[in-house]
């Protein structure tokens, strides 16, 4: 059985913050997305004051710093064991609108207006939000299911009428194997066809089934379904769905460890050509510019003493643009320390 480990989301937190996403991302007009540690209220508003917008925010803003102080008085309202508080604000028919909700994980602190609600920390720290195709399979039944996030989008079951052992009189044994053996194959291109069918932009294809078939079927995979693929131990059809949503967790945060590794293996390559930038100030230009690619940042930035400037530098990258990537491995965030924190990857050299 896969247990969690202690930096992954539980199933039913996942769940209730990828319900709660879905309804998110459905706005389609400019928000006000606030994040900030528990206990950090007072310095959150004191962080919404500094800069002044235009009307329609400062309106939004004046309404989250309310909701502020109430969930002060009553953080229980959002979850019981809560790290990080997240607020969106927007308005909708002359109506400010705000949503919260609470994490028992720390997540980056962030003051972001966009054109909608900013939610890529927890696509990063907490991988929510991603297509994932789980198969389950054995040599004549298999399962596809289409996941985004906790919900499945799509189904398919296949099936073929298999006979388990050779019966006496008629063909001979080597000519039933034989035939057998075409079957399942003939079977196992079809789910393949199947998979393919299915397959849009999906992060990672999790197979499992008991019994050797998964192994045989990973040869019906074209190359792309091959670089997504992923071994699922344990798995079955009887499944419970509790459990299949800890796979998909436990895999998905393996995968995302893996992406920001190649990330910084990325950045060391490219530093050679002049492609890259670590000064804050060298970033910020940078940004200004339209010429970062990535910003790496480390989930932790609020800790150095470049937090605001760093505040600043995420509402320019998500507003040119720029892909922004949070790193939560301890590693990875050591590493991003020495470096004030953040490091980019850029378009193009800048003097």
């Known amino acids: 059985m896969n247990t969690l480990e202690s930096s992954e989301i539980s199933s039913s937190e996942w769940i209730f913050i990828n319900q709660f996403l879905h309804e998110i991302k459905l706005i389609n007009s400019t928000c006000v997305s606030v994040y900030y540690p528990y206990g950090k209220g007072n310095e959150t508003i004191s962080l919404l004051n500094e800069n002044k917008r235009n009307d329609t925010v400062e309106r939004i803003k004046s309404k989250i710093q309310?909701?502020?102080?109430?969930?002060?008085?009553?953080?229980?309202?959002?979850?019981?064991?809560?790290?990080?508080?997240?607020?969106?604000?927007?308005?909708?028919?002359?109506?400010?609108?705000?949503?919260?909700?609470?994490?028992?994980?720390?997540?980056?602190?962030?003051?972001?207006?966009?054109?909608?609600?900013?939610?890529?920390?927890?696509?990063?720290v907490l991988k929510t939000n991603y297509d994932v195709l789980l198969v389950t399979l054995d040599q004549k039944t298999a399962r596809i299911q289409k996941f985004h996030g906790s919900?499945?989008?799509?189904?398919?079951?296949?099936?073929?009428?298999?006979?388990?052992?050779?019966?006496?009189?008629?063909?001979?044994?080597?000519?039933?194997?034989?035939?057998?053996?075409?079957?399942?194959?003939?079977?196992?291109?079809?789910?393949?066809?199947?998979?393919?069918?299915?397959d849009s932009n999906s992060e990672l294809l999790l197979l499992g089934g008991s019994g050797p078939a998964k192994t045989e079927f990973y040869d019906e995979l074209n190359?792309?379904?091959?670089?997504?693929?992923?071994?699922?131990?344990?798995?079955?059809?009887?499944?419970?769905?509790?459990?299949?949503?800890?796979?998909?967790?436990?895999?998905l945060y393996r995968h995302r460890r893996k992406h920001v590794i190649?990330?910084?293996?990325?950045?060391?390559?490219?530093?050679?050509?002049?492609?890259?930038?670590?000064?804050n100030n060298v970033i910020h230009k940078a940004l200004e510019m339209g010429a970062v690619d990535t910003l790496i940042v480390s989930a932790n930035y609020h800790t150095n003493s470049q937090f605001k400037k760093i505040i600043k530098m995420l509402e320019i990258a998500k507003n040119t643009s720029a892909k922004i990537e949070f790193a939560v491995s301890p590693n990875i965030i050591k590493k991003l320390d020495i470096d004030n924190s953040v490091l980019a990857i850029l378009r193009y050299k800048i003097k």
Not at 186 to 192: Q, S
Not at 262 to 279: H, M, N, Q, S, V
């Open 223 to 251: 190359s792309e379904l091959i670089k997504k693929c992923r071994f699922v131990e344990n798995l079955s059809f009887s499944t419970p769905s509790k459990e299949i949503h800890n796979k998909i967790i436990h895999h």
């Open 151 to 198: 919900q499945i989008l799509q189904e398919a079951k296949l099936k073929i009428d298999l006979q388990g052992r050779h019966r006496k009189g008629g063909q001979s044994q080597g000519r039933f194997l034989r035939a057998r053996q075409t079957k399942i194959h003939v079977f196992f291109k079809k789910v393949a066809n199947k998979i393919r069918t299915m």
């Open 66 to 124: 309310k909701r502020i102080l109430v969930l002060k008085k009553d953080p229980s309202s959002v979850g019981k064991f809560v790290q990080t508080l997240c607020i969106f604000g927007w308005i909708r028919n002359g109506k400010i609108i705000i949503k919260e909700i609470g994490t028992s994980k720390k997540l980056p602190y962030i003051y972001m207006v966009s054109k909608k609600p900013y939610i890529k920390p927890f696509n990063d």
């Open 262 to 279: 190649e990330l910084l293996e990325k950045y060391e390559k490219l530093f050679k050509d002049g492609l890259t930038a670590k000064r």
